[in-house]
């Protein structure tokens, strides 16, 4: 992971609930590439279009609804790049980190941004670039801790590394 991500930007409202990132219907889908293709399918085709690959901005408390973790895979698996929000759902905000997903809070992000700006997001410095207007937003840092998560690709893979037993034991 690296600790910049550039991408265009898909412009969403506030309150995106997890059953409009990964509608109920498609909890039985297993391959990874189906169940990016539902992505945000929940809100309308043209988004849903827009979302591989893509660094999504939204308003307040997105990933509210439901705790189940898929909302987070199906952005995943659609190569959604980061959310930067305004705020997020609690359980959606662990559920992300501790699966590898980079999350940004920075206020003021959806009166910025519109769907296709290009976005250069530094993790480290936690600042979000807007490169057709110059603008930089200063959003909330995240901690080394929630870093060294994102990095190892989410908290399994982190304790995996860190609990591996050498070739000699």
Do not use: W
């Not at 662990?94 to 941004?113: D, F």
Request: with cysteine.
């Amino acid at each position: 992971m690296n600790n910049i991500i550039e991408s265009a930007a898909v412009v969403l409202g506030s309150n995106i609930d997890t059953d409009q990132i990964y509608p109920g219907r498609f909890l039985a889908l297993v391959e990874p590439d189906e169940i990016g293709k539902h992505c945000l399918e929940g809100l309308d085709e043209q988004i849903r279009q827009l979302a591989p690959g893509s660094i999504v901005v939204a308003g307040t408390n997105f990933g509210c609804g439901s705790s189940r973790e898929h909302a987070v895979i199906t952005l995943q698996n659609a190569k959604v790049q980061a959310v930067v929000a305004e705020s997020f759902a609690r359980i959606f905000f662990r559920n992300a980190i501790n699966l590898g997903l980079p999350l940004i809070i920075c206020k003021g992000i959806s009166q910025t941004v519109k769907t296709g700006h290009l976005l250069r997001v530094d993790l480290t410095a936690g600042t979000v670039a807007v490169l057709e207007t110059g603008v930089v937003l200063q959003a909330e840092k995240l901690g080394d801790h929630i870093l060294g998560i994102i990095r190892a690709g989410g908290i399994k893979p982190l304790f995996r590394a860190k609990y591996a037993k050498s070739p000699q034991e």
